[in-house]
């Protein structure tokens, strides 16, 4: 179980530095992360896009990097990986879906299993270990059958972390399945789906899934309620909200992370600080 990042930065330290591929890195920010990670020594940059602006802004930062001049830093950096010279993909000043329509690409993408996710990782003041929650980034619309993918990559990813039978909640409105929310039916089908395999409730409010006295006094029982490790939320919009909310008025600390294709991609929102960007980074690299 790791509790904060500092927990999944010691995970890293000490391995062999991995080969971070930066898409569109003309971003100041971008690159204060990234050389953050190099100076940290867990990651090496190759930065792609446009040579002069991107020079420009490594001066300051006292890093050395590799920079590949280029006007299709998507397909370039997929290429890289591709080749076998990075390990990992990340999102400079591109959009989210032109990158992952390059990621998507049948022939020359990053495609492996059935489905890519994103995973969005909290460090909250309130709550004693690390907090997964998905999708906010990138499937648009959940049925049982994107819950079982999205589970299935959450569960290899978090065993590279070290953890062997995480919690997941199924977050719905109530517990009790109405055909009203709509949530809540597919919340059951799933539990009822996976409950061998995995330790998964739902439909289950995020009070219970998070404090075993709130399951207690509205008489619930719950093997999760107080140790979710694992947020499946029930839309796109609600994952993103929760996240975004967490970090401006929770005082969260957040990272993400897309799993499901060869390689982790690190994607972030090209609003998120230098520090987010390089928590997110850390979440790559496991
Ligand atoms: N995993 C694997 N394959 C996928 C996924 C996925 N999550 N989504 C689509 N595909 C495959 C489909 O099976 C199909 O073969 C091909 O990709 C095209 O699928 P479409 O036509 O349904 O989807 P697109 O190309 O219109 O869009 C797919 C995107 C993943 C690009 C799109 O959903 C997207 O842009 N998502 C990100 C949304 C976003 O902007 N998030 C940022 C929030 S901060």
Do not use: W
Not at 78 to 84: D, P, Q, S, T
Not at 276 to 283: G, M, P, V
């Amino acid at each position: 179980m790791l509790k904060s990042f500092n927990d999944l930065k010691n995970l890293i330290q000490g391995e062999q530095p991995k080969r971070v591929a930066l898409v569109a890195a003309e971003d100041s920010v971008m690159i204060a992360a990234a050389a953050r990670a190099q100076a940290d020594g867990i990651a090496q940059f190759v930065l792609l896009g446009d040579a002069s602006q991107i020079k420009e802004m490594i001066i300051s930062t006292g890093q050395e990097f590799e920079v590949i001049h280029t006007k299709t830093p998507i397909a370039d950096a997929i290429a890289l990986i591709n080749e076998g010279h990075a390990d990992l993909l990340m999102k400079g000043k591109v959009s989210t879906g032109n990158l992952l329509k390059g990621v998507l690409d049948k022939a020359s993408g990053l495609r492996q299993g059935q489905l890519l996710n994103h995973i969005a990782v909290i460090e909250s003041p309130a709550y004693h270990k690390l907090l997964f929650i998905s999708d906010g980034g990138i499937n648009l619309s959940f049925n049982e059958q994107t819950y079982e993918h999205m589970i299935r990559n959450i569960s290899e990813y978090l065993k590279r972390l070290g953890y062997s039978d995480p919690r997941y909640a199924m977050l719905s409105l109530v517990e009790t399945v109405n055909e009203s929310i709509p949530e809540t039916v597919i919340a059951r089908n799933v539990v009822d789906q996976l409950s061998a395999e995995y330790q998964i409730e739902g439909p289950i409010a995020p009070d219970v899934a998070l404090s075993a006295k709130a399951a207690q006094q509205k008489n619930l029982n719950s093997n999760i309620a107080g140790e979710v490790d694992v947020f499946l939320m029930p839309n796109t919009t609600a994952a993103n909200h929760l996240v975004k909310g967490l970090s401006a008025l929770g005082g969260c600390k957040v990272g993400g992370v897309v799993v499901g294709a060869k390689v982790p991609i690190i994607l972030l929102s090209r609003s998120d600080d230098a520090d987010t960007k390089y928590r997110s980074i850390l979440l790559g690299l496991v």
